[in-house]
Nanobody
Framework: QVQLVESGGGLVQAGDSLRLSCAAS????????MGWFRQAPGKEREFVAA????????RYSDSVKGRFTISRDSAKNAVYLQMNSLKPEDTAVYYC???????????????????WGQGTQVTVSS
């Protein structure tokens, strides 16, 4: 069984930065694609970013490209999301997830990601 625990969320002002962390346990996740999704109130969960095994490939949604950076630390079995130039529309609960069926192919839909964390709230005030 895989457990994912997110941290690092909070309340910030527009233009500020936050770094989200996702710590994994129960299985070594360095061999799998890991991703971040978010869900704002009244909206569907959406893809934010993902990173392949070894960190060779990354993918971002258009709305965060150039502002967010995903990275991973295999030794710590963790994945991170550095969020810069935050906007009020980035306000959401952010979830970490892992796709244990893929090493390199990055999916932007939520279905392939089998394990999810409980989420961390990010609120950006204007």
């Amino acid at each position: 069984q895989v457990q994912l625990v997110e941290s690092g969320g909070g309340l910030v002002q527009a233009g500020d930065s936050l770094r989200l962390s996702c710590a994994a346990s129960g299985r070594t996740l360095s061999r799998y694609v890991m991703g971040w999704f978010r869900q704002a109130p009244g909206k569907e969960r959406e893809f934010v970013a993902a990173i392949s095994a070894g960190g060779t490939n990354t993918r971002y949604s258009d709305s965060v490209k150039g502002r967010f950076t995903i990275s991973r630390d295999s030794a710590k079995n963790a994945v991170y999301l550095q969020m810069n130039s935050l906007k009020p529309e980035d306000t959401a609960v952010y979830y970490c997830a892992v796709d244990t069926d893929n090493r390199l192919t990055i999916a932007t839909m939520s279905a392939p990601y089998k394990y999810w964390g409980q989420g961390t709230q990010v609120t950006v005030s204007s």
